[in-house]
């Protein structure tokens, strides 16, 4: 572990001094077809590609896990899972990330395992809802092709309606890597409520199994859920979490050499992708983007005295909000993401009349953010020029970012914009041969059409779509 901890940190060094891998020589644009591999699923959120031919695929509102043929697009239920609460609409609660055993269906295995995250009822015995998070695992019987005997390996863990992450992969150390966002505190209906992603556990929290600092954070766990002894030690407290000082980084995935990724989800601009390094602080809420003043004060409503009596403002910040530059912060921790997606200009307006649509306001489908939702490296040959590219899909634009790393791990070029649908892009997996783009799609909610204006009237919702090099 420390191996790579030392070569993370050897990257991140370079990158954050600008170094850069040369681009390979320009190729023709390849050309994709489209098809629509399955739909009718309930807000498909996670799609992995399984050893059986098939994508295992969560849907977030019906608690179903579903196993999609990548033959012919027929779906089976491996489970439907009783507890998970979601609520319909905008909230980002219910079942999210899944991740598959490395072993699983391999052989004589014997970790037939899946691995989920999802919002439920901590305290069902009473009329009020006690929304947590937890990961569980379940196993899967080849013979019945479900999943049963669910064991829980962490629970408690805080969460909201909003931000909730909840990404979670497995890493080439067999760990697991699970993201939490931070609630959606301090904006909207929560701006009284404080954001945690700067908040730490103690030594007495970790001890009592209370994971109340846990929103804004990448934690990392064995696979029984326990605290690895090789996590970092931040603030003297070994604990579960690996990184912290995010707001909602909805992508994780590791690329060829063991470096891991993450996709982040900024406010009104600057989603970013970040380098993942132990211990690391990525500076939200104090910095969106580089720490470059531009664009972003920290307005900290949850700190005024009168928070209370304030009607909340995206543009106006009443005197008794305390605000702070991003260059006031400052921690030896911090570290810079790799690439903003995308920053906002000078004098940026972020009301948009555009964005104004029989009379109601929709503002944040024109901000410089494009919804980040999740992160992929493509680590196939079969695309010309495509071998180790991030693909982050975006919910706004329906549309796959493809951001080109260098031999290092490293960016080495500018994004390109593929595969433009009027859709909300969830997630994405990769065929084994690496020539087809499989892409889940929201089964609701606002995108934008193909002019660039506000929509409801998705094309595909609830669907996997498959892109096939032609």
Same mark, same amino acid.
Do not use: C
């Given at each position: 572990m420390r191996t790579v901890r030392m070569r993370m940190l050897a990257?991140?060094?370079?990158?954050v001094a600008g170094a850069t891998t040369a681009a390979a020589p320009a190729q023709a644009a390849p050309k994709f077809t489209m098809t629509v591999l399955a739909s009718g699923l309930a807000n498909p959120w996670e799609i992995v590609r399984g050893p059986d031919a098939h994508l295992w695929t969560t849907e977030k509102f019906t608690g179903r896990i579903t196993r999609v043929s990548l033959a012919d697009g027929t779906k089976k239920t491996a489970v439907t899972i009783p507890d998970v609460v979601a609520t319909r609409?905008?909230?980002? $609660?219910? !079942?999210? @990330?899944?991740?598959?055993?490395?072993?699983?269906l391999r052989g004589a295995s014997t970790n037939p395992y899946v691995y989920v995250s999802y919002?439920?009822?901590?305290?069902?015995?009473?009329?009020?809802?006690?929304r947590r998070q937890k990961i569980v695992r379940y196993t899967y019987d080849k013979a019945t092709e479900l999943l049963s005997s669910p064991l829980e390996l962490i629970s408690g863990m805080?969460?909201?309606? $909003?931000? !909730?992450? @909840?990404?979670?992969?497995?890493?080439?150390?067999k760990k697991i890597y699970y993201s939490i966002g931070d609630g959606g505190k301090n904006q909207y209906t929560l701006y009284c409520e404080p954001i945690m992603a700067q908040a730490l556990p103690t030594a007495a929290q970790v001890a009592a199994r209370n994971w109340n600092t846990y929103q804004g954070k990448i934690l990392r766990l064995n696979l029984d859920g326990t605290i690895p002894l090789d996590n970092p030690v931040i603030n003297g407290v070994r604990s579960h979490v690996y990184t912290y000082g995010h707001r909602n980084a909805q992508g994780l995935t590791f690329g060829p050499t063991g470096l891991l990724y993450a996709s982040e989800q900024g406010p009104k601009s600057d989603d970013e992708l970040n380098l993942i390094v132990p211990g690391g602080n990525y500076g939200w809420p104090h910095v969106v983007g580089r720490r470059d003043n531009l664009e972003y004060t920290y307005a900290n409503w949850s700190a005024a005295p009168n928070c209370a009596s304030l009607e909340y403002s995206d543009f106006t910040i009443p005197a008794s909000v305390p605000q702070r530059t991003e260059t006031s912060f400052f921690d030896l921790r911090y570290v810079e993401p790799m690439r903003s997606l995308f920053p906002a200009t000078p004098g940026q307006n972020f009301q948009d009349p555009k964005c104004v649509v029989d009379g109601i306001a929709i503002y944040p489908i024109c901000w410089p953010t494009i919804a980040a939702s999740s992160a992929e490296v493509y680590t196939s040959t079969a695309v010309p020029g495509w071998w180790n590219s991030v693909l982050i899909p975006s919910l706004k634009y329906g549309t796959i970012y493809r951001v080109p790393l260098g031999l290092t791990g490293l960016i080495a070029g500018e994004p390109e914009l593929l595969f433009k649908t009027v859709n909300r892009y969830r997630d994405t997996a990769i065929s084994t041969d690496g020539r087809t783009i499989y892409v889940a799609t929201d089964g609701t909610s606002i995108a934008t059409d193909l002019n660039g204006l506000p929509t409801a009237?998705?094309?595909?919702?609830?669907?996997?779509?498959?892109?096939?090099?032609?």
């Open positions: 990257v991140l060094l370079a990158a609409g905008g909230p980002q $609660d219910g !079942l999210l @990330g899944m991740a598959l055993h490395p072993d699983l919002t439920y009822d901590a305290d069902p015995a009473t009329d009020t809802l006690l805080p969460v909201t309606i $909003d931000h !909730l992450s @909840g990404r979670l992969v497995i890493g080439p150390d009237d998705l094309a595909n919702p609830g669907s996997i779509l498959a892109f096939t090099l032609a």
